[in-house]
């Protein structure tokens, strides 16, 4: 079992930045990859960026690439999330969720269905 809690959302300007963090509780933090998702109302989670066991591996949408960055810190069991220049079409809630990973440098945009474990989520807004 693994508990997940996100924290770090909240308001901000269109081109500004937020940090969104995800600490895991519960299990060995290194044995699973990690994800982050975003939903909005009356759409399913859209798959935000993952990143491998290691930490080496990581991957992302089109719509995120370049603006936003995955990463995680084994000694604090803890994902984060770094969103730049965000954008109108961004708010949403941000959920983090894992997976568990045989291969520690591997990671490919796997579906929600995949992951095992879930965050509560946190919303993040943005004003124009």
């Known amino acids: 079992q693994v508990q997940l809690v996100e924290s770090g959302g909240g308001l901000v300007q269109a081109g500004g930045s937020l940090r969104l963090s995800c600490v895991a509780s519960g299990s060995n933090f290194n044995r699973y990859a990690m994800g982050w998702f975003r939903q909005v109302p009356g759409k399913g989670r859209e798959f935000v960026a993952a990143?491998?066991?290691?930490?080496?591996?990581?991957v992302y949408p089109d719509a995120v690439k370049g603006r936003f960055t995955i990463s995680r810190d084994g000694a604090k069991n803890t994902v984060y999330l770094q969103m730049t220049s965000l954008k109108p079409e961004d708010p949403a809630v941000y959920y983090c969720a894992a997976r568990r990973s045989v291969s520690g440098g591997v990671v490919i945009d796997w579906p929600p269905e995949d992951y095992a474990y879930w965050g509560q989520g946190t919303q993040v807004t943005v004003s124009s």
């Open positions: 990143i491998s066991r290691s930490g080496v591996s990581t």
